[in-house]
């Protein structure tokens, strides 16, 4: 093509037909533009193509994540519910008041009280870029707010557990012989000897309260990640592979 274009330019100049071959080279040079502007074109076309490719693969990754953080914190909520339930009704036996009875009483102390919960998300640990790689200013958002909520998750559990290891470790030790092992409780009366002293009933008092923000943190949390979920869901469902 090129040649082509070089063979008619010389062929007007032999002619003499300058005004011709300006008018000519002109036109070339518009087309070559043209040509240039439209690779570029295809090729901004072929790298928004990937992109967008890879941000569908992204959300796909996302919403596995999304997925198994609401199983992992439903369970940290349920948890966190039936501790502070526990350390309530410790404080109501030291008070001589009645003991609640409800659906989520720790059956045989299975749930283990006193003990510190694991705390991560799947969803910021396995994509720790995606708010860089994310095309979309609405999952942006909706995924700031996610990570946002769950600082506060995790300060709030991370914050229940260190009070677990500054004051019920303790406990355990000034109280070896008569503490037995939480598998071995077979009901509140186990656990009288706590109601002997002012401090203890603090101890009990602080491990309630410290649960009950985390628990109410983590509900928060739940209830972020179902809206992150469907955005995940809706974003999938209009895109086009």
């Not at 490719?53 to 198994?68: F, G, I, M, R, S």
Request: aromatic residues 12%; positive net charge.
């Amino acid at each position: 093509m090129i040649s082509l274009f070089r063979k008619i330019r010389q062929n007007l100049l032999y002619e003499n037909k300058r005004s011709r071959y300006l008018k000519y080279a002109i036109g070339e040079i518009f087309l070559v533009v043209i040509g240039i502007l439209i690779a570029l074109q295809i090729n901004n076309w072929n790298q928004n193509r990937l992109l967008k490719n890879d941000e569908v693969l992204l959300v796909k990754q996302l919403l596995q994540d999304t997925k198994a953080d609401a199983l992992f914190f439903e369970e940290r909520l349920y948890k966190l519910k039936t501790q502070a339930y526990f350390y309530n009704n410790l404080l109501n036996l030291c008070k001589g008041l009645a003991i609640e009875k409800d659906t989520i009483i720790l059956s045989d102390f299975k749930n283990q009280p006193f003990t510190k919960l694991a705390n991560q998300s799947n969803v910021l640990k396995n994509n720790p870029n995606a708010y860089e790689q994310l095309l979309s200013a609405t999952l942006k958002i909706e995924l700031q707010k996610y990570a946002s909520k769950y600082e506060f998750v995790y300060r709030s559990i991370e914050y229940y557990n260190s009070q677990i290891e500054e004051y019920y470790v303790p406990l355990r030790i000034t109280y070896y012989k008569e503490m037995p092992n939480i598998g071995e409780v077979k009901n509140y009366e186990d656990l009288r000897f706590l109601c002997d002293n002012d401090t203890n009933l603090g101890v009990i008092q602080l491990l309630k309260s410290t649960a009950t923000t985390a628990s109410s943190q983590t509900e928060d949390f739940i209830n972020i990640n179902a809206q992150f979920t469907k955005k995940l869901i809706h974003f999938l469902e209009n895109s086009h592979d």
